[in-house]
């Protein structure tokens, strides 16, 4: 059985996005697979997704609605997950089979290397996979004290990457950034839409735009300057795997 996680909290996305991730592995794995999620919310969510509730953490409250809330997954035990255990946030499009995101270098850390800091050893935590209970000093230390990681680190993908013992990248072709990797440059940006690579796994929306406003050729932004070079053609093939 394959383990894949995600965690699901406030408003920001609403439950179609954790229904299409299910729908989503669904089709891209060959194996028995579960999807967990947590969340605070589970109304409208697919009958085979698992619902487990928000994993307690000691969050200060400026930021207990941030993605600092994905490291309460680090802590063991943590329901019935063991060996190695797949994360993807809600906002990816599967592309192609995942399965190998299983047999990659069995028992360690495992991360998308971080596309706006390809230089600097940090993972950006939209996939990874971690062995479940060896890492969870990870979690530890945060809880114990929030304030002196919260004052060093600006976001928890850089607090884990400094504290990693033992991790390595995902193939850098598995996953790419929708807006870093596959949106032209400008000014092409405003001619041809971004095209999907031969061997992309996964494609993470981090910030802006959402998978639904990059299909539909929008990319919000609030500074007029921005609508300058911040933009995005139709991309007809997310429709075809986010669905």
């Known amino acids: 059985m394959q383990t894949i996680i995600c965690i699901k909290w406030g408003t920001k996305y609403g439950v179609e996005f954790l229904n299409r991730l299910a729908s989503m592995i669904r089709r891209n794995t060959a194996r028995e697979t579960r999807l967990i999620c947590f969340t605070d919310d589970p109304r ?3 009958p085979s997704i698992t619902i487990a509730p928000l994993p307690p953490i000691n969050l200060p409250d400026r930021v207990a609605w941030s993605p600092w809330r994905k490291l309460s997954l680090w802590q063991h035990p943590l329901l019935d997950l063991a060996g190695d255990v797949l994360f993807f946030d ?10 190998d995101f299983f047999d990659y270098m069995p028992g360690k850390f495992c991360v998308a290397q971080n596309w706006t800091q ?4 940090v993972g950006n935590t939209s996939v990874y996979r971690f062995p479940v209970g060896k890492m969870s000093y990870i979690f530890d230390v ?3 004290d929030p304030e002196n990681v919260l004052s060093r680190f600006r976001i928890e993908q850089q607090y884990i990457s400094a504290v990693c013992n033992d991790g390595v990248f995902f193939p850098a072709e598995w996953c ?8 032209p440059v400008w000014p092409l940006n405003f001619f041809v839409a971004p095209q999907l690579p031969a061997g992309t796994k996964v494609v993470a929306f981090h910030g802006k735009p959402d998978p639904d406003e990059a299909r539909d050729g929008i990319w919000p932004v609030t500074s007029p300057w921005k ?3 911040k933009y995005v053609r139709p991309t007809p093939w997310i429709a075809e795997h986010w669905r």
Request: proline share 3%; net charge negative; charged share 25%.
């Open 176 to 183: 790419l950034s929708f807006k870093h990797s596959l949106v």
């Open 90 to 99: 809600l906002d990816v499009v599967i592309t192609d089979s995942i399965d």
């Open 44 to 46: 409208g969510a697919d």
């Open 227 to 229: 609508r300058i070079y």
């Open 118 to 121: 390809p230089n600097a050893q």
């Open 142 to 144: 945060f809880n114990e």
